[in-house]
């Protein structure tokens, strides 16, 4: 192959890897509902109970470098707000979890309302921001009858 | 469970180690490319070690050796070193503190990866070798320029399959 292919083949490498970064990045701020008929029992996740007005959730595995990061962003939400509770699972040891969620990557953060049931969904890391966005929509809302 | 404790390593190093990673193995897809359909095999005869011969063969080769070397004995890996001794001085100090079990895990991924590309490229398959360094090479850009550990996320669904992981503590 002559010089001239091979700089527009690695030209087109380069932009797909950044397109795909860009596109993984965006994804992960991008909330996605929840299954409302679903609701998450806090013992089967080793937990006592759920937080009063809101639960972050979140899945872990000891192979995951960016879930210490977001341990330490949701711990810190949850601490801010009254009612909200943090849960960090490890999913390493508990396959039947991360099958029962449809866990694929970790870190994955569901924010449950009070009667524990999924309303949100984040894969990877998403912002404060959007994080606590999300929180007052879930945690605001008028509880229905 | 706090950060800076001694198991932990700063964020900073392996996606330095990614980095440099990356530029070779766009290094090694340039020469991987140029060599693809070329007759010109340096006055070798024999074509297989016109093969090994090949610049880009090479290089992956050192590549894979690194990527095995970060895989059994992360401490002394040389980029990870170069970090330490080198880089990590003049940087501020560092905020953020990860578990080095993921990155091995991602080293080990590389590994694979590239070795498959070598073993293809041996046994005279075309195009093997710019493939695989290419495969190689998206993942650890991604690692190095957005955080993102596609080896890292390759866990779960490894361990969704049965080929990682232990059987599960509790029913």
């Known amino acids: ?145 | 469970m706090p950060d800076p404790s001694p198991r932990h390593i700063d964020v900073r190093g392996p996606r330095f180690v990614a980095g440099i990673t990356a530029v070779l193995l766009l290094l090694d897809v340039f020469l991987g490319l140029l060599a693809v359909n070329t007759t010109s095999s340096f006055g070798i005869a024999d074509p297989f070690a016109a093969r090994v011969a090949e610049p880009a063969f090479l290089l992956l080769a050192l590549i894979a050796a690194l990527f095995l070397w970060g895989v059994l004995s992360p401490r002394t890996a040389p980029w990870g070193v170069l970090y330490r001794r080198v880089v990590q001085p003049r940087l501020r100090p560092a905020t953020e503190f990860e578990d080095p079990r993921p990155p091995r895990f991602a080293q080990g991924v590389g590994l694979v990866v590239t070795v498959i590309g070598l073993l293809l490229h041996l046994i005279g398959v075309p195009w093997a070798l710019p493939i695989a360094a290419a495969a190689a090479f998206v993942a650890a850009f991604l690692n190095a320029v957005f955080g993102l550990c596609l080896g890292c996320q390759l866990y779960l669904v490894l361990q969704r399959v049965g080929i990682v992981g232990r059987p599960s503590a509790a029913a």
Request: aromatic share 6%; net charge neutral; glycine share 8%.
């Open chain 1, 1 to 145: 192959m002559d010089l001239f292919f091979a700089v527009i083949v690695l030209a087109v490498l380069l932009a797909v890897t950044v397109g795909i970064g860009v596109f993984l990045r965006w994804a992960q701020n991008r909330p996605r509902r929840g299954d409302p008929a679903e609701s998450v029992d806090p013992r089967r996740l080793g937990a006592e109970s759920l937080g009063d007005a809101a639960t972050l959730l979140q899945f872990s595995t000891e192979f995951c470098a960016r879930c210490p990061g977001v341990h330490r962003t949701l711990a810190d939400v949850a601490a801010q707000r009254p009612g909200v509770l943090h849960l960090d699972v490890d999913l390493t040891h508990r396959p039947d979890i991360a099958k029962h969620f449809q866990v694929l990557q970790t870190p994955t953060t569901l924010i449950l309302d009070r009667h524990g049931v999924v309303r949100t969904r984040f894969g990877g890391t998403p912002g404060r921001d959007v994080i606590e966005l999300e929180l007052s929509r879930v945690a605001e809302e008028i509880p229905h009858a």
